[in-house]
Each structure stands twice: as structure tokens, then as C-alpha cells.
T-cell receptor
Framework: EAQVTQNPRYLITVTGKKLTVTCSQN?????MSWYRQDPGLGLRQIYY???????DKGDVPEGYKVSRKEKRNFPLILESPSPNQTSLYFC????????????FGPGTRLTVT | GQQLNQSPQSMFIQEGEDVSMNCTSS?????WLWYKQEPGEGPVLLIA?????ELTSNGRLTAQFGITRKDSFLNISASIPSDVGIYFC?????????FGAGTTVTVRA
């Protein structure tokens, strides 16, 4: 089954404790992206990747890091999480580089206390 | 980032009603898209529009790409209970996708 998977689905952590949210897709997609969803704000793009080792900032990259060492994986790293990073996070992938037609993962709900 | 203004923020539907929502932006987009999100899941693509003025249907859904490339609307005809959810408009340029704040559709009791 074609899908985007994220782990963990739920995470509660404390301020400053480094964490990684994993994202994997099995569709051989070139493009992958991370979004955060907050009430009243819709989804906002954090980082995206056009290919292995090629990444760029979205609209809200501060406090986040990403890497793309393999085509199928695109982890999101929070080096020192803060409470304002409490949010619902989505990973997405797309077959075409210049396409808004994206497949989204199920989401990761992160709480930072 | 580019701001998309989506309205209404929420709506109540009665089975059989036609409903509509729209999205405007101060920026031009090359592609307009509409996604739907159900509780506990990620957004799912409903319709993608690639040309200014384009009108596209997907079953009971109809969407249009505004002639100025700064707006789009989505119509749902003859709504059914499973139409509930959050509908997002999105505009795409190059590698970036920008979303509206969403329209929450709920069934009227």
C-alpha cells in the first residue's frame, strides 16, 4: 500500500530535550516536506526536500532541522524543543518536484512542557 | 509566507444542501488545490487546478481557479453526512505549498 508513515504518532516531552520525528514514504517520491498545523492557522511549511541531500526552508523553519540521506526518509529534528513548538506535525511527499499534489502522513501530535 | 484568506471559517450543513467556500490571496499562484482533513488523519487531496479560469469537478465537488490567479472556490453539491471535516485551500508556487486556515464543515442537528 502506497503511504507516508510517521513515528511516533504522539509525543510528550520537556523543554530542551532533543527529539526526532521520523517520516518515510514507499512511493519513490522525489519531494518531501514537513508542516505544522495550529488552530486558526492552517498548515505551515517548515522544510522541504527536492532530492537526497537537497533541502530548503519553508515559512517557519526556526527551531527545526531536517536531513535527507535516503530518498525514502525525511526526519524532522528538534534540537531544543520549546513550548511554542507544541503542535500537530505532518510529513508529505510528492512524485513531481513542482507539484502541490502531496500525500500526507497521519500526523504526529507533539506536546512540549 | 504567502497568506491565503479562506471563508467561511465554519459552516453547518444539512443533508442535501449545496455549500460553497472560497479562498483569496494577495499573491498569484500557479496551482490551486483543495484538501480535506478528517479527524485524526492527514489532509487528502480533493481537486487540483492548473490554469486560470479552469473549472474542474470531482463527483459532487466543483472547484474553479480564479481568472486573476489569486482566488479559488469549492462547491459541494447535495451534501451528505460524510462531507463533514475541515476543507483547506492551498496555493502552490515552485516548491512551496501555502494553506488557508480551513473551513470546518459540521452536520446541522
Amino acid at each position: 500500500e502506497a503511504q507516508v508513515t510517521q513515528n511516533p504518532r504522539y509525543l510528550i516531552t520537556v523543554t530542551g530535550k532533543k527529539l526526532t520525528v521520523t517520516c518515510s514514504q514507499n512511493m519513490n517520491h522525489e519531494y518531501m516536506s514537513w508542516y505544522r498545523q495550529d488552530p486558526g492557522l492552517g498548515l505551515r511549511q517548515i522544510y522541504y526536500s527536492m532530492n537526497v541531500e537537497v533541502t530548503d526552508k519553508g515559512d517557519v523553519p526556526e527551531g527545526y532541522k531536517v536531513s535527507r540521506k535516503e530518498k525514502r526518509n525525511f526526519p524532522l529534528i528538534l534540537e531544543s524543543p520549546s513550548p511554542n513548538q507544541t503542535s500537530l506535525y505532518f510529513c508529505a511527499s510528492s512524485l513531481l518536484l513542482r507539484s502541490g499534489e502531496q500525500y500526507f502522513g497521519p500526523g504526529t501530535r507533539l506536546t512540549v512542557t | 509566507g504567502q497568506q491565503l484568506n479562506q471563508s467561511p471559517q465554519s459552516m453547518f450543513i444539512q443533508e442535501g444542501e449545496d455549500v460553497s467556500m472560497n479562498c483569496t490571496s494577495s499573491s498569484i499562484f500557479n496551482t490551486w488545490l483543495w484538501y480535506k482533513q478528517e479527524p485524526g488523519e492527514g489532509p487528502v487531496l480533493l481537486i487540483a487546478l492548473y490554469k486560470a479560469g479552469e473549472l474542474t469537478s470531482n463527483g459532487r465537488l466543483t472547484a474553479q481557479f480564479g481568472i486573476t490567479r489569486k482566488d479559488s472556490f469549492l462547491n459541494i453539491s447535495a451534501s451528505i453526512p460524510s462531507d463533514v471535516g475541515i476543507y483547506f485551500c492551498a496555493g502552490h508556487n515552485d516548491y512551496k505549498l501555502s494553506f488557508g486556515a480551513g473551513t470546518t464543515v459540521t452536520v446541522r442537528a
